[in-house]
């Protein structure tokens, strides 16, 4: 099993390019539930590690394909409107992609809080970051501000998971010599976090 797993994440190093980080990165951005965290620090260490990528270039394509999933949230918020917005994120198709109407309230809710600034701020927040186009969309905020603030935000938050990544590399070493145990963990992790994905599904059945 940990020989699989080596080989995908050899295959999907392998596959590592600024078109892969924009397009990776723009699926991120809108609602669909792929962190950044499994993009950039990959991306990072392929350019510490072979030279082909450049460690700013990637922040600067990864914060491009924010952008524009970001946009396309955006976009589509503002020409389908709150109804069939908040209808979709209760359909099956949303609950695929982990929306409800809750997550959606949450996050407008907090863009009523913050303002425009919200975009800027959100792009830092787990479990806001990729639904704060949202509502921005349906506010109609202007779209100038909107693209400044969320690269900004994206940016930074690029910027932090870049330096962390470098850092984590620094101590490649000390990673390789618990190289089983990690494995072992994340394993448990992922079986913890499937079966509760499994048990949550079994409940809004009852």
Known sequence: MIEYFQSLADWYMSHMNYLTITLLMAIESSFVPLPSEVVIPPAIWQALKTGELNMYLVVVFATIGAVIGALF????????????????????????????????????????????????????????????????????????????????????????????????????DLLMKYMHEI?????????????????????KKE
Do not use: C, D
């Open 73 to 172: 949230n955006y976009l589509m918020a503002r020409w389908l409107g709150r109804v069939i917005v908040y209808s979709f994120a209760e359909s099956k198709v949303g609950k695929l992609f982990l929306l409800n109407q809750a997550k959606v309230e949450h996050a407008e809710a907090y863009f009523n809080r913050h303002g425009r600034s919200s975009t800027f701020i959100g792009r830092l927040i787990p479990g806001i970051r990729h639904l704060i186009s949202i509502p921005a969309g349906l506010a109609r905020m202007n779209i100038k501000q909107f693209v400044l603030y969320t690269a900004l935000g994206s940016g930074i938050w690029h910027i932090i998971l870049a330096g962390l990544s470098y850092y984590l590399y620094s101590q490649q």
């Open 183 to 203: 494995s072992y963990v994340l394993l448990a992790v992922g079986a913890v976090f499937v079966g509760y994905l499994v048990w949550k599904y079994k409940k």
